[in-house]
């Protein structure tokens, strides 16, 4: 078995997380943030890939205390588990992932992951080793399910959402869109990685929701499933 998988991404109309440059770009606003905290507060995990580390440094916190609170009054630890897929060990030490705010954190690595580098990222994190050369992402869904983890939060990079999608392993999928054109062929998108062409079926969505935000739009999709890998 494995989580309920929630992707969550800022794009802009032209469909682009980020520059060329991997430089974040603020997409959305306050409201849209408010709803992001409010979704990720809901979550047994959040995840990200070591791209989006290295380059925006998230902490992957709940910032609303009184989401917090509520957590709190649940039973709840204040943050959900923070997830890192990184194959080969890249998280830096001094990430902020690691370092703010109280609450379990794991680190995904493949077997091609260094031996040291797995015992530097055992001192701030649990190390779970999936897969040979990169993340196997079922296999590690499942042992976050293992672990007590039923609704999980993907925020990122690119790269990763891709690769859930690739593999059937998305269940929802909210997308603001903002009123900006970033451009540039080498651009992050949502879904990035090697595609699919004509010739092998694509991920079907349906949508589950549509409202105005702030100068966007933000779309709510649920992923069609037509047979065990979630295609149609």
């Known amino acids: 078995m494995r989580p309920h998988v ?11 997380l980020s520059t060329f440059e991997r430089r974040q770009v603020r997409i959305s606003g306050q409201a849209d943030f408010r709803r992001v905290d409010r979704l990720k507060a809901g979550m047994d995990a959040v995840m990200v890939g070591i791209g989006t580390v290295l380059a925006d440094d998230p902490s992957l ?10 957590r709190e009054a649940a039973g709840r630890p204040p943050h959900p588990i ?3 897929v990184d194959s080969n060990g890249r998280c830096p030490p001094e990430a902020t992932v690691f370092h703010r705010g109280p609450g379990q954190r794991v680190v995904a690595v493949s077997k ?6 797995r015992a530097t990222l055992g001192e701030y994190a649990t190390v779970i080793v999936a897969g040979d050369e990169r993340v196997d992402l079922a296999a590690l869904l499942e042992r976050l399910h293992a672990i007590g ?5 993907v925020e990122g990079g690119g790269t990763l959402i891709g690769a859930l999608f690739e593999e059937g392993l998305v269940d929802e999928l909210y997308v603001y869109i903002g009123n900006m054109i970033i451009g540039g062929a080498d651009a992050p998108t949502l879904a990035d990685g090697p595609g699919r062409s004509a010739a092998r079926p694509f991920v079907r969505l349906q949508l589950a929701g549509m409202e105005p935000c702030e100068e966007g739009v933000l779309l709510h999709w649920r992923v069609k499933k037509g047979d065990e890998s979630g295609f149609t």
């Open 6 to 16: 929630v992707v969550n991404v800022a794009v802009s109309a032209d469909g682009k």
């Open 61 to 70: 916190t709940v910032k609303d205390p009184a989401l917090i609170t509520a």
């Open 82 to 84: 923070r997830v890192v």
């Open 112 to 117: 091609a992951c260094p031996p040291e580098r």
């Open 149 to 153: 983890v039923e609704r999980i939060m």
